[in-house]
């Protein structure tokens, strides 16, 4: 795999002048009347309209063929690709309701290393010889990462509606915007080292039940769902008892400018840790968009997390600044992180308490140009460097603080077609 991604990197290097300026996701400002903006998903969504019948079918993918580099003793070298794809089908029904049909999917089991792929810090979730993922993403659950049957209910006025749903395995509401679903984290191929404290790990969740009201620029939702993590590398759709719950509060202030708060009980989470009988949640987000002087625009993602609980630690705080700078074909982005880890998650020895949570940082800045285009579809050649900055404890065990870097190709895209 690694030598036909070197070879389609250098394919695609004469296309470097001949690539167009395309369009890039939109924001919530960019709905028209016949649309509401999905928060959680990130996207604008259909709604229904009085003698204005729609049918619609929206595909949307991202993946990212990518060589990691990462300094000894804890960094390997590996291939890998992370990647999602969205089906949306979706009919109105009269003039109040909209049916859709969402599957998430994604073929990481199969595209990982089986150590899952590199990235220092990073903790979550076991391999399948029951030993831990360390210093690695893991795989999402494959090949069914989500799959939401909804109805959107319109009222009167445009920006009012009300949601229901169920989801043998979705999104609780809880957490910022999934990183795969938010705009400063599209651009990006590796997973938030906070996925896992207080920010998106509920976007995998089973057997949740939902409904969300929004009245002019507010929205409340509200799920229930089975507290207990999908095993990431079962193939299955495992069912079970609504256990826990979740509510999450968005506020809109502009069409450019919104927050999140969130909080969630979580009755045992880890199949793997049947002592942890419950945890909790809390997470707050802010989200902005501005377009600059010369055609340039800047997203900015702003994120707190905390996990009370998890890991034989009693808290765990994460914070995330993300941005996208882009103009045209030109991509610029990045991601700060301060949280804490403990030296048990990690496997250090040798700390006074092994379950403390102490503060580690990583910056990343990373570049993409887009290289080609082809229907719907984008082609981009990326890069980015992470450097981390760790707690003394910590610096025996990764020689200091390390430097890592990626090179990628993304190949990216979204279509939607009337039926």
């Avoid at 928060?39 to 079918?57: S, V």
């Avoid at 999602?84 to 109040?96: P, V």
């Avoid at 938010?182 to 996925?195: E, I, S, Y």
């Avoid at 625009?297 to 700078?325: K, P």
């Amino acid at each position: 795999m690694r030598s036909l991604f070197l070879l389609m990197m250098c394919l695609l290097l004469p296309f470097l002048s001949f690539a167009e300026e395309n369009s890039h996701p939109m924001g919530p400002s960019d709905c028209s009347h016949m649309e509401v903006w999905d928060y959680p998903m990130g996207m604008c969504m259909p709604r229904p309209m009085a003698g204005m019948p729609m049918k619609m079918l929206m595909f949307h993918g991202n993946a990212f063929m990518t060589e990691t580099l990462e300094e000894k003793p804890r960094g390997r070298n590996a291939f890998s690709v992370p990647n999602m794809f969205m089906l949306d089908a979706g009919s109105s029904i009269g003039a109040h309701h909209y049916i859709n049909l969402d599957f998430m999917g994604t073929l990481e089991k199969w595209t990982y290393p089986k150590e899952g792929t590199p990235e220092l810090l990073q903790i979550g979730e076991s391999q399948e010889d029951g030993t831990p993922f360390l210093d690695a993403q893991h795989p999402h659950s494959s090949p069914i990462m989500g799959l939401t049957l909804s109805d959107t209910i319109a009222f009167g006025n445009a920006k009012d509606f009300a949601k229901i749903w169920f989801a043998p395995r979705g999104e609780s509401t809880d957490g910022p915007v999934a990183f795969m679903h938010r705009l400063t984290g599209m651009v990006n191929p590796d997973a938030p080292l906070g996925h896992h404290i207080g920010q998106d790990v509920g976007h995998i969740s089973s057997t949740v039940i939902g409904g969300a009201l929004r009245m002019s620029d507010s929205t409340l939702e509200l799920s229930t769902f089975n507290g207990t993590e999908p095993i990431p590398t079962k193939v299955d759709l495992s069912l079970g008892t609504p256990n826990s719950y979740a509510a999450r509060w968005t506020q809109a202030f502009t069409s450019y400018f919104y927050v999140m708060a969130s909080a969630a009980y979580v009755k045992s989470p880890e199949p793997s840790e049947p002592e942890l009988d419950h945890l909790w949640r809390y997470s707050m987000s802010a989200y902005e968009d501005n377009h600059l002087e010369s055609g340039w625009m800047i997203h900015n993602t702003l994120i707190w997390g905390l996990i009370n609980g998890y890991d034989s630690a009693s808290a765990l705080n994460s914070f995330a600044e993300e941005f996208w700078l882009h103009k045209g074909v030109r991509n610029i982005w990045g991601r700060l992180e301060v949280l804490q880890r403990t030296p048990a998650e990690l496997e250090i020895s040798g700390s006074s308490d092994a379950n403390k949570g102490q503060w580690v940082t990583a910056l990343t800045l990373g570049y993409t140009h887009e290289v080609a285009s082809y229907g719907g579809a984008k082609f981009g050649l990326g890069g980015s460097l992470t450097k981390d900055f760790l707690p003394s404890d910590f610096q025996s065990a990764y020689g200091g603080n390390p430097v890592s870097g990626k090179v990628f190709l993304q190949v990216s895209g979204m279509n939607m077609w009337d039926l």
